[in-house]
C-alpha cells in the first residue's frame, strides 16, 4: 500500500483541492500537469480540475 509524502499531498491540495485517500482504496493520477484522476475499486471515478478562476471542480463522469 503506497502512502502519498506530505510535500505531494501539499501540492494536490494546493492544486486539485483535494487528497486521495490510499488507505481507503483509491488509486489516482495527474492527467496532463492538470487534471487529478482518483478510482476507486467501489464507485465510479471522479476527475478534479481546477478552473483558471481559483475554483475547484469535481466530475464524476457519466457513461452509458
Known sequence: MKIIPDDVATALKREFGYVPNEYDGENWTVYR????????????????????????????????
Open 33 to 64: 500537469d492538470h487534471t487529478l484522476i482518483v478510482c476507486h475499486p467501489e464507485r465510479r471515478p471522479r476527475v478534479y480540475k481546477r478552473g483558471c478562476n481559483g475554483d475547484y471542480y469535481e466530475f464524476e463522469p457519466n457513461w452509458p
